[in-house]
T-cell receptor
Framework: QQQVKQSPQSLIVQKGGISIINCAYE??????FPWYQQFPGKGPALLIA?????SEKKEGRFTISFNKSAKQFSLHIMDSQPGDSATYFC???????????FGKGTRLSVIA | ETGVTQSPTHLIKTRGQQVTLRCSSQ?????VSWYQQALGQGPQFIFQ???????GRGNFPPRFSGLQFPNYSSELNVNALELDDSALYLC?????????????FGPGTRLTVL
């Protein structure tokens, strides 16, 4: 059972454009929604995270939008740069002794 | 501050063998989680250790086992290796168990089973 569904699987964006990656979750108990960035040969690194008490969180060029009623959240990368080319994972967990549940990932390529 | 380190970086084993992977948690972190990341997939939770005790386990068979030491470093042991065990094994440490605490991932160990 896949608890976090991520789309698209891959994404190609022009330099300077907006990259948008979407995730949907099933478990309404989830209360922490991080996004991880992973470069080849590296472990995932936390990019930005949100809790369901806010609908949007922005850090630099990265924004999470959260829709609790639709059980969806998305990552927007503004002014996308070639250095943003990586695989992005959404994840979720909830209070207590629970592990992160990851989406399957989106491979982003930003082309000049 | 030293980040999460893992060893070895790469490992090649044959089916039926046993393997031990090692992880040193970030300074001050008492919780270690292990994940398996198959090619093209997101990480899948194997188990978590908090203060040397197993504290949660994913859908992995008993031949996957682990340890956490008093300095909070950890080992992942896999017995009777199968071809499907080929994956990137990630260790993540955090300052406390439970949700909402940022997990810091190591670079992973790439295991290939032939």
């Amino acid at each position: 059972q896949q608890q976090v569904k991520q789309s698209p699987q891959s994404l190609i964006v022009q330099k300077g454009g907006i990259s948008i990656i979407n995730c949907a979750y099933e478990n309404t108990a989830f209360d922490y929604f991080p996004w991880y960035q992973q470069f080849p040969g590296k472990g995932p690194a936390l990019l930005i995270a949100i809790r369901p008490d806010v609908s949007e969180k922005k850090e630099g060029r990265f924004t999470i939008s959260f829709n609790k009623s639709a059980k969806q959240f998305s990552l927007h990368i503004m002014d996308s740069q070639p250095g943003d080319s990586a695989t992005y994972f959404c994840a979720a967990d909830y209070s207590g002794n629970t592990p992160l549940v990851f989406g399957k990932g989106t491979r982003l390529s930003v082309i000049a | 501050e030293t980040g999460v380190t893992q060893s070895p970086t790469h490992l090649i084993k044959t089916r039926g063998q046993q393997v031990t992977l090692r992880c040193s948690s970030q300074s001050g972190h008492n919780t270690v989680s292990w994940y398996q990341q198959a090619l093209g997939q997101g990480p899948q939770f194997i188990f978590q250790y908090y203060r040397e005790e197993e504290n949660g386990r994913g859908n992995f068979p008993p031949r996957f086992s682990g340890l956490q030491f008093p300095n909070y470093s950890s080992e992942l042991n896999v017995n009777a290796l199968e071809l499907d065990d080929s994956a990137l094994y990630l260790c993540a440490s955090s300052i406390n168990q439970g949700a909402g605490h940022e997990q810091f991932f190591g670079p992973g160990t790439r295991l290939t089973v032939l």
